[in-house]
């Protein structure tokens, strides 16, 4: 998927701010979304219907956040019954939070350029097989391999914690 314009923005604002542009939250979605200080929250929802969350380590790769799993956990397996999820993270100036879904990835192109990604940012990440591995990974981790999944986003709201104010929400076509 390559970079997308949204279809709708909402003003949220409440305080006679205006929209905040998209460019602003892509901006800080491409710059910010790599390295250990940046922690990107993944919201799932479990076979009982109940939240789960989890920080993982995303990047951004050609307009969709990547980020990896044991599937042994949680969060794998509530993404294997139901793609449906929420990522959340503080960026400079702007929080945000994305709904769309989540798949997982194993073509070798694709691989390999998110663990480029991960190594430009301090992980030293390879791919084995269908998934990455490296001399370690976050404690909760587990043990590798650890699947690459990629999100694509349908709605993201931003909330902007530095001038110029304001709260907008924007969608995109599915």
């Not at 798949?103 to 791919?127: C, F, M, Q």
Request: net charge neutral; charged share 20%.
């Amino acid at each position: 998927m390559t970079d997308r314009t949204p279809t709708r923005a909402t003003n949220l604002d409440s305080y006679g701010h205006e929209a905040l542009p998209w460019s602003r939250a892509y901006d800080e979605l491409r710059k910010g979304s790599t390295g250990p200080e940046i922690t990107h929250f993944l919201g799932t929802i479990g076979p009982d219907g109940r939240p789960h969350v989890a920080g993982v380590g995303a990047v951004w790769f050609d307009g969709d956040l990547y980020f990896t799993s044991n599937l042994a956990a949680r969060k794998a397996r509530n993404l294997a019954a139901n793609p449906a999820c929420t990522i959340a993270v503080k960026l400079a100036g702007i929080d945000l939070t994305l709904d769309g879904t989540a798949v997982r990835v194993s073509d070798a192109t694709t691989l390999e350029r998110i663990a480029a990604i991960y190594r430009n940012g301090g992980w030293p990440a390879a791919v084995a097989g269908d998934a990455l591995t490296a001399p370690f990974s976050a404690p909760s981790a587990g043990p590798p391999p650890w699947h690459v999944f990629r999100f694509t986003f349908d709605t993201v709201v931003g909330v902007a914690g530095a001038e110029p104010y304001g709260a907008t929400r924007w969608q995109f076509a599915r």
